[in-house]
Protein backbone atom coordinates (compact mmCIF):
# COMPACT_ATOMS: atom_id res chain seq x y z
CA UNK A 1 0.00 0.00 0.00
CA UNK A 2 2.13 2.62 -1.46
CA UNK A 3 0.47 5.74 -1.38
CA UNK A 4 2.15 8.56 -2.17
CA UNK A 5 5.68 7.69 -3.41
CA UNK A 6 8.46 10.71 -4.07
CA UNK A 7 11.39 10.54 -5.89
CA UNK A 8 14.20 11.63 -4.84
CA UNK A 9 14.48 11.72 -1.24
CA UNK A 10 17.88 13.67 -1.17
CA UNK A 11 19.70 16.05 -3.82
CA UNK A 12 21.98 18.59 -3.50
CA UNK A 13 22.19 20.95 -6.71
CA UNK A 14 24.46 23.76 -7.53
CA UNK A 15 23.08 27.25 -8.46
CA UNK A 16 21.59 27.25 -11.94
CA UNK A 17 21.22 23.20 -11.78
CA UNK A 18 17.73 21.92 -12.89
CA UNK A 19 16.52 18.98 -11.98
CA UNK A 20 13.15 17.55 -11.60
CA UNK A 21 10.93 16.05 -8.51
CA UNK A 22 8.84 12.57 -9.30
CA UNK A 23 5.38 12.04 -7.34
CA UNK A 24 3.12 9.20 -8.06
CA UNK A 25 0.26 8.27 -6.56
CA UNK A 26 -1.90 5.11 -6.62
CA UNK A 27 -5.32 6.05 -4.62
CA UNK A 28 -7.22 6.94 -7.96
CA UNK A 29 -7.04 10.30 -6.84
CA UNK A 30 -8.12 13.02 -8.84
CA UNK A 31 -6.29 16.08 -7.58
CA UNK A 32 -2.15 16.25 -6.35
CA UNK A 33 -0.27 19.20 -5.21
CA UNK A 34 3.16 20.16 -4.73
CA UNK A 35 4.65 21.77 -1.27
CA UNK A 36 7.56 23.06 0.20
CA UNK A 37 8.42 23.66 4.05
CA UNK A 38 10.88 25.95 5.57
CA UNK A 39 11.36 26.38 9.36
CA UNK A 40 8.81 28.84 10.66
CA UNK A 41 6.51 28.73 7.60
CA UNK A 42 4.73 25.86 7.36
CA UNK A 43 3.68 23.68 4.42
CA UNK A 44 3.32 26.55 1.26
CA UNK A 45 1.74 25.71 -2.38
CA UNK A 46 3.60 26.01 -5.05
CA UNK A 47 1.74 24.11 -7.59
CA UNK A 48 -1.41 22.22 -7.55
CA UNK A 49 -3.38 20.33 -10.26
CA UNK A 50 -7.04 20.05 -9.81
CA UNK A 51 -7.75 17.12 -11.84
CA UNK A 52 -6.00 15.36 -14.42
CA UNK A 53 -4.77 17.76 -17.52
CA UNK A 54 -5.20 21.19 -15.29
CA UNK A 55 -2.46 22.92 -13.00
CA UNK A 56 -2.67 25.95 -11.60
CA UNK A 57 -0.62 28.22 -9.42
CA UNK A 58 -0.48 28.13 -5.85
CA UNK A 59 1.25 30.43 -3.21
CA UNK A 60 4.59 30.67 -4.52
CA UNK A 61 4.85 29.29 -8.00
CA UNK A 62 8.23 31.21 -8.68
CA UNK A 63 10.79 29.35 -10.11
CA UNK A 64 8.74 26.16 -10.54
CA UNK A 65 7.03 24.33 -13.11
CA UNK A 66 4.98 21.07 -13.00
CA UNK A 67 3.44 18.67 -15.01
CA UNK A 68 0.13 16.37 -14.62
CA UNK A 69 1.49 13.32 -16.52
CA UNK A 70 -1.29 11.37 -16.28
CA UNK A 71 -3.41 10.60 -13.48
CA UNK A 72 -1.30 8.70 -11.25
CA UNK A 73 1.92 11.49 -11.94
CA UNK A 74 3.16 15.06 -10.88
CA UNK A 75 6.04 16.03 -11.28
CA UNK A 76 7.78 19.55 -10.49
CA UNK A 77 10.46 21.26 -12.02
CA UNK A 78 13.56 23.38 -11.02
CA UNK A 79 14.64 25.01 -14.44
CA UNK A 80 17.83 26.75 -12.88
CA UNK A 81 17.90 25.98 -9.32
CA UNK A 82 18.75 29.01 -6.36
CA UNK A 83 19.73 28.58 -2.93
CA UNK A 84 16.74 30.21 -1.57
CA UNK A 85 14.55 26.97 -3.13
CA UNK A 86 16.57 24.82 -0.56
CA UNK A 87 13.85 23.52 1.21
CA UNK A 88 11.64 20.19 2.10
CA UNK A 89 9.71 19.66 -0.70
CA UNK A 90 6.44 17.65 -0.35
CA UNK A 91 4.16 15.99 -2.77
CA UNK A 92 -0.17 14.99 -1.85
CA UNK A 93 -2.76 14.03 -3.57
CA UNK A 94 -6.71 14.31 -2.58
CA UNK A 95 -9.75 12.83 -4.43
CA UNK A 96 -10.65 16.56 -5.09
CA UNK A 97 -9.79 19.99 -4.71
CA UNK A 98 -11.57 22.73 -3.07
CA UNK A 99 -13.45 20.13 -0.49
CA UNK A 100 -12.93 18.76 2.88
CA UNK A 101 -11.27 15.83 1.49
CA UNK A 102 -7.87 15.26 3.20
CA UNK A 103 -4.73 15.28 1.92
CA UNK A 104 -2.17 12.40 1.57
CA UNK A 105 1.33 13.42 1.73
CA UNK A 106 4.34 11.48 0.45
CA UNK A 107 7.93 11.49 2.71
CA UNK A 108 9.28 14.33 1.13
CA UNK A 109 12.79 15.67 -0.69
CA UNK A 110 15.25 17.03 0.81
CA UNK A 111 16.74 19.80 -1.56
CA UNK A 112 19.59 21.89 -1.09
CA UNK A 113 21.18 24.59 -3.55
CA UNK A 114 24.73 25.17 -3.19
CA UNK B 1 0.70 36.87 4.44
CA UNK B 2 0.08 34.02 7.03
CA UNK B 3 -3.91 33.20 7.00
CA UNK B 4 -3.06 30.36 9.77
CA UNK B 5 -0.88 31.60 12.70
CA UNK B 6 0.25 28.67 14.66
CA UNK B 7 2.10 31.23 17.51
CA UNK B 8 3.43 28.55 20.20
CA UNK B 9 6.49 26.84 18.09
CA UNK B 10 7.13 24.31 20.88
CA UNK B 11 4.72 22.50 23.90
CA UNK B 12 6.06 20.30 26.32
CA UNK B 13 3.15 18.20 28.62
CA UNK B 14 3.64 15.19 30.90
CA UNK B 15 2.20 11.96 29.64
CA UNK B 16 -1.41 11.10 30.99
CA UNK B 17 -1.80 15.09 30.86
CA UNK B 18 -3.50 17.23 28.48
CA UNK B 19 -1.92 18.64 25.61
CA UNK B 20 -3.88 21.96 24.12
CA UNK B 21 -2.05 23.00 20.88
CA UNK B 22 -4.05 26.30 19.41
CA UNK B 23 -4.30 27.87 15.92
CA UNK B 24 -5.87 30.99 14.82
CA UNK B 25 -6.94 32.41 10.98
CA UNK B 26 -7.42 35.22 9.39
CA UNK B 27 -9.75 34.66 6.74
CA UNK B 28 -13.43 34.22 7.26
CA UNK B 29 -13.72 32.50 3.92
CA UNK B 30 -12.27 29.19 5.66
CA UNK B 31 -14.92 26.56 5.81
CA UNK B 32 -13.10 22.88 6.92
CA UNK B 33 -10.45 23.03 9.18
CA UNK B 34 -7.99 19.63 10.08
CA UNK B 35 -5.10 18.92 11.99
CA UNK B 36 -2.11 16.86 10.09
CA UNK B 37 0.69 15.00 12.88
CA UNK B 38 4.65 15.00 11.41
CA UNK B 39 6.73 12.77 12.35
CA UNK B 40 10.19 12.96 11.35
CA UNK B 41 11.48 12.20 7.67
CA UNK B 42 7.81 11.50 7.42
CA UNK B 43 5.45 13.29 5.47
CA UNK B 44 2.42 14.87 7.25
CA UNK B 45 -0.77 12.55 8.41
CA UNK B 46 -4.14 13.63 8.80
CA UNK B 47 -5.03 13.72 12.44
CA UNK B 48 -8.69 14.97 12.64
CA UNK B 49 -11.00 17.88 11.04
CA UNK B 50 -14.23 20.29 11.59
CA UNK B 51 -16.38 21.71 9.44
CA UNK B 52 -17.33 25.44 9.84
CA UNK B 53 -20.90 24.50 10.63
CA UNK B 54 -19.49 22.07 14.29
CA UNK B 55 -17.94 23.99 16.98
CA UNK B 56 -17.11 20.15 18.18
CA UNK B 57 -15.36 16.94 16.55
CA UNK B 58 -14.26 14.45 18.72
CA UNK B 59 -12.24 11.07 17.65
CA UNK B 60 -11.00 9.17 21.10
CA UNK B 61 -8.08 11.19 22.51
CA UNK B 62 -8.21 14.05 20.02
CA UNK B 63 -10.63 16.73 20.46
CA UNK B 64 -11.16 19.85 18.15
CA UNK B 65 -12.63 23.03 18.80
CA UNK B 66 -13.36 26.05 16.67
CA UNK B 67 -14.48 29.07 17.85
CA UNK B 68 -15.68 31.18 14.57
CA UNK B 69 -16.01 34.61 16.27
CA UNK B 70 -12.45 34.34 17.21
CA UNK B 71 -10.82 32.44 14.49
CA UNK B 72 -9.34 30.20 16.84
CA UNK B 73 -9.29 26.57 16.52
CA UNK B 74 -7.53 23.99 19.47
CA UNK B 75 -6.58 20.57 19.37
CA UNK B 76 -7.10 18.72 22.92
CA UNK B 77 -4.94 15.46 23.15
CA UNK B 78 -6.13 13.93 26.63
CA UNK B 79 -4.44 11.51 28.30
CA UNK B 80 -0.96 12.62 26.44
CA UNK B 81 0.99 9.96 25.18
CA UNK B 82 5.01 9.76 24.65
CA UNK B 83 3.94 8.69 20.88
CA UNK B 84 2.33 12.21 20.89
CA UNK B 85 4.99 13.73 20.38
CA UNK B 86 5.91 14.75 16.81
CA UNK B 87 4.68 18.32 15.27
CA UNK B 88 1.37 19.41 14.68
CA UNK B 89 0.35 21.39 11.94
CA UNK B 90 -3.31 23.90 11.53
CA UNK B 91 -4.87 23.52 8.16
CA UNK B 92 -7.54 25.65 7.12
CA UNK B 93 -9.63 24.88 3.60
CA UNK B 94 -11.77 27.56 1.66
CA UNK B 95 -10.06 26.18 -2.32
CA UNK B 96 -6.44 26.22 -1.47
CA UNK B 97 -5.32 24.80 1.79
CA UNK B 98 -3.68 26.54 3.68
CA UNK B 99 -1.07 25.51 6.77
CA UNK B 100 -0.01 26.72 9.82
CA UNK B 101 3.75 26.63 10.99
CA UNK B 102 3.59 24.18 13.52
CA UNK B 103 3.67 23.49 16.83
CA UNK B 104 6.26 20.82 18.39
CA UNK B 105 4.85 18.52 20.64
CA UNK B 106 7.08 17.00 23.65
CA UNK B 107 5.38 14.47 25.83
CA UNK B 108 7.57 13.20 28.60
CA UNK B 109 6.94 10.11 30.34
Known amino acids: NAGVTQTPKFQVLKTGQSMTLQCAQD?????MYWYRQDPGMGLRLIYY???????DKGEVPNGYNVSRLNKREFSLRLESAAPSQTSVYFCASSLSWGTSDRQYFGAGTRLSVL | DQQVKQNSPSLSVQEGRISILNCDYTNSMFDYFLWYKKYPAEGPTFLISISSIKDKNEDGRFTVFLNKSAKHLSLHIVPSQPGDSAVYFC????????FGAGTRLTVKP
Open chain 2, 91 to 98: AASGGDMR
Open chain 1, 27 to 31: MNHNS
Open chain 1, 49 to 55: SASEGTT
